[in-house]
């Protein structure tokens, strides 16, 4: 019998005071200056009010809400240099790849899996190692401002229940899938499921093992957990009709998400073609085996044709979206543009390791340069460029509607969770060109991001967008816990 972990402290009635800054839409942003946010004790939000002198709070949080006790939160730096932002959603990444981040040699998709990926998934037959893994990485990414993350694990049970303990007890919410992968031949026999009957036994244990620690909410109550099994076929190749079959079942019986890869490579639809020859298209495979669905989520999507493209849509499935990977691996450039004009809901994905990043932010500016870079080669028109503001809603509202998370994640509102960032930002002051904060032999402590007392709001969020790194995230917090503080 699975058992929960201890559960966190519980949460006190918090305020946080400052500027708050959010996608009202694709292309523009909400800039909240002197605001302050009221949060509950189960980190919903209760209030926003706007326009508030800071010595007016405890009047308002007292007197017009009747929080007789809280706690008040603002940032430590200059308010002009510091605001808060909605956590990052990563929908795609493979939480056992960390130690291969960053290696990808000259190899292209099928010859990485081979050389690298393979092999060091495999070894998380270790549980103490894949232990030791995990908590790294839900660290990083925490550390890197995403408080949500779909992860890939590996084919092993023990591993893959160890990496929903540590994500709730780390409190980061998750979606996880127990990979799946069966057919012989395209898996090393070393390192793949015995049969279809065994991924699907194994992969309805990861499911008990998350439900038993972290409950869902009956049907007819709001959704209170925050980690949620995902249903993981690895990609086509990797598994069988059978097993396809069986998990496009078992997500429907269900109600569950499905988790896979789509289009990435030129080799792999070769492949695809090779192993399912009566199939019109990749994106016709997992038609023809039950698998698009609403819940669908579909890593990298680079390769496809309008039909392909069309059929997404009316499946209402998602694409979560790499540039890093993509670009990493040589696998191609994905048309952003293209699937968004098709009504398709798209997030942006780290895919640790094919990407060489934890961090949402340097996917954010490389589907930028990516998107640019199309236009620029004329490969698209014009209006297919993503600019800083459509990127950003990429990493929260878009990544949240891919998760099904839509009003509950990804912008700041009553009723959303307190799912949010902290993001503090140097100012050059003085003759000697020193930031405030810092001395000569610290430079750097406040991050990349030179503010000179020039910029407005916009500028600052660019300036962020295209140099900040994890130095700026000070504190970042999940349905109202912190669980990540820069010292």
Known sequence: ??????????????????????????????????????????????????????????????????????????????????????????????????????????????????????????????????????????????????????????????????????????????????????????????????????????????????????PPAPPTHPPTNLITPILTPRFAPSCTPSLLRSLAALATSADLPIQTHLAENPGELALVRDLFPDQASYAHVYDAHGLLTPKTLLAHAIHLSAAERALLAARGCKVAHCPVSNTALGSGCCRVRELLDAGIDVGLGTDMSGGYSPSILVAARAAAGVARTLVGLGLQGEGAGLGVEECLYLATVGGAKCLGLEGRVGVFDVGCEWDAQLVELGEVVGEAGVKEGEGAGNVGGWGPVDLWGTEGWEEKVAKWFYCGDERNTRKVWVRGRLVHERV
């Not at 305020?15 to 200056?33: D, H, N, P």
């Not at 940032?75 to 808060?84: A, D, H, K, T, V």
């Not at 690298?116 to 030791?132: I, M, N, Q, R």
């Not at 799946?180 to 093992?209: E, F, G, K």
């Open 1 to 214: 019998m699975s058992t929960p972990p201890p559960p966190p402290p519980p949460l006190q009635r918090t305020v946080y005071f400052g500027t708050f800054i959010q996608c009202a839409s694709r292309t523009t942003l909400k800039i909240q200056e002197l605001t302050l946010v009221g949060v509950d004790e189960k980190g919903v939000i209760r209030f926003i009010e706007r326009n508030v002198d800071y010595k007016d709070v405890d009047r308002i949080v007292k007197g017009t809400y009747g929080w007789g006790e809280y706690v008040i939160v603002r940032p430590r730096g200059r308010l002009e240099n510091s605001f808060w932002f909605p956590g990052f959603v990563d929908t795609h990444t493979h939480a056992p790849q960390t130690p291969n981040t960053s290696l990808t040699g000259n190899t292209t998709l099928l010859s990485w899996l081979t050389r690298y990926t393979f092999p060091l998934e495999s070894s998380l037959a270790s549980t103490p190692l894949a232990h030791k893994i995990y908590t790294r990485t839900i660290a990083l990414t925490l550390a890197h401002g995403t408080t949500t993350c779909a992860y890939y694990a590996t084919t092993h049970l023990p591993a893959t229940n160890t990496l929903s303990t540590l994500c709730l007890r780390l409190g980061q919410r998750a979606y996880i899938g127990r990979c799946n992968m069966d057919r012989p031949v395209i898996n090393p026999p070393w390192y793949r499921d015995a049969s279809a009957a065994a991924a699907l036994a194994d992969t309805l244990a990861t499911i008990a093992h998350i439900h038993a620690i972290d």
